[in-house]
């Protein structure tokens, strides 16, 4: 990266690095969310900018995290939607939260499968449990993990592929 779009990112970092978190946070409802969301947008800005010049690069700084806060938006409605449905499958509704009170085993319960999805990621090897964790935690396409880790698209799916399924095999074993 040039200095000229080094010294860009840093102004429009010091410039609106605050209130690009709020403006994220008030769309996902969660501070941490918004600064991880805002980072990402600022790592996109980056990278667009090293492509082309950039009339805006406030707009499209804020166009990036708008789009990244709707895509993670979007992603929780999906994950909500297929708890629902498997909760359905076993004959129970996660929708209604004043009728569905977490009893202590239920909590237990999810705690000791989440405790064994720990185990079963701690025993993947690095670069699965990095593929996983860039998908799951910062939300990034296969493509985008492939790109980060200098790797093809198919190592990236059968990462992730693998981890999933350590995962089940670790929470079928618990429960």
């Not at 499209?60 to 909760?87: P, S, T």
């Not at 998908?135 to 999933?164: C, D, F, P, W």
């Amino acid at each position: 990266m040039n200095k000229a779009r080094k010294t860009l990112l840093e102004r429009l970092f010091a410039e609106h690095g605050q209130a690009l978190v709020r403006f994220v946070a008030r769309i996902v409802k969660s501070p941490d969310d918004a600064e991880d969301i805002a980072q990402h947008a600022y790592l996109r800005l980056q990278k667009l900018s090293d492509e082309k010049e950039l009339e805006n690069p406030r707009a499209y700084l804020y166009q990036i995290a708008n789009n990244l806060a709707v895509d993670q938006l979007r992603r929780g409605k999906l994950h909500m939607e297929y708890l629902n449905q498997q909760a359905s499958l076993e004959g129970e509704s996660h929708s209604d939260d004043h009728t569905d009170h977490q009893s202590p085993e239920r909590v237990l319960a999810a705690r000791q499968q989440l405790q064994s999805i720990y185990e079963a990621m701690d025993k993947l090897p690095l670069k699965c449990r990095q593929a996983f964790l860039l998908h799951r935690t910062r939300g990034l396409s296969y493509s985008e993990i492939a790109h980060e880790m200098n790797i093809s698209v198919s190592s990236v799916e059968k990462y992730i592929l693998q981890a999933l399924k350590a995962c089940r095999r670790k929470v079928d074993s618990v429960s």
